[in-house]
T-cell receptor
Framework: AQTVTQSQPEMSVQEAETVTLSCTYDTSESDYYLFWYKQPPSRQMILVIRQEAYKQQNATENRFSVNFQKAAKSFSLKISDSQLGDAAMYFCAYRSACDSSGSRLTFGEGTQLTVNP | DADVTQTPRNRITKTGKRIMLECSQTKGHDRMYWYRQDPGLGLQLIYYSFDVKDINKGEISDGYSVSRQAQAKFSLSLESAIPNQTALYFC???????????FGPGTRLTVL
């Protein structure tokens, strides 16, 4: 079974600075997808960024980028120019590309990000 | 209008009561999911459905049942609620072959 680990329960960053959230995962599969979701106090789960394992290039969405290290099974999220609205719980998630798994997402425990003004 | 809606948004009930949580989507997706989130934890899959006639158990299905009334509607039932089912419940949708799941706003359920 796949597992996802986020080793930083809490992180903080000053507004306008850069922060990196860590995520590692364990799988025996070679084809899969990785995601970062954001959960603000409104509790809505919002997709931040998505990475396909077979793509070498790291995904980027505006101020959000990932460092995907497939051999190390590492998938970190970098937030540049942090804004107050970035404050939230961030979840890393894994999905097998094999459809027999039910397309389920396996989540990490989350990292609570605080942005200080 | 939101693409994935959940009703109710908040619910307080008593032990032993039957309760239904509803999810509707206007995204036209074929796949729907129910997840549970406990405080300080990530989400765990309860049930998932690939289409109206295809429903499958997830990691933590005991004590829950589901119904896929139409492609756009997926309901989760607690036949006899117990306090440790107090949690935040999320519905999500996706479509084959795309893999990205889109979540509803969540239902906060408290069982006294």
């Amino acid at each position: 079974a796949q597992t996802v680990t986020q080793s930083q329960p809490e992180m903080s960053v000053q507004e306008a600075e850069t922060v990196t959230l860590s995520c590692t995962y364990d799988t025996s599969e070679s084809d899969y997808y990785l995601f970062w979701y954001k959960q603000p106090p409104s509790r809505q789960m919002i997709l931040v960024i998505r990475q396909e394992a077979y793509k070498q290039q790291n995904a980027t969405e505006n101020r959000f980028s990932v460092n995907f290290q497939k051999a190390a099974k590492s998938f970190s999220l970098k937030i540049s120019d942090s804004q107050l609205g970035d404050a939230a719980m961030y979840f890393c998630a894994y999905r097998s590309a094999c459809d027999s798994s039910g397309s389920r997402l396996t989540f990490g425990e989350g990292t609570q990000l605080t942005v200080n003004p | 209008d939101a693409d994935v809606t959940q009703t109710p948004r908040n619910r307080i009930t008593k032990t032993g009561k039957r309760i239904m949580l509803e999810c509707s989507q206007t995204k036209g997706h074929d796949r729907m999911y129910w997840y549970r989130q406990d405080p300080g934890l990530g989400l765990q899959l309860i049930y998932y459905s690939f289409d109206v006639k295809d429903i499958n158990k997830g990691e933590i299905s005991d004590g829950y049942s589901v119904s896929r009334q139409a492609q756009a509607k997926f309901s989760l039932s607690l036949e006899s609620a117990i306090p440790n089912q107090t949690a935040l419940y999320f519905c999500a949708t996706s479509w084959f072959p795309r893999d990205t799941q889109y979540f509803g706003p969540g239902t906060r359920l408290t069982v006294l």
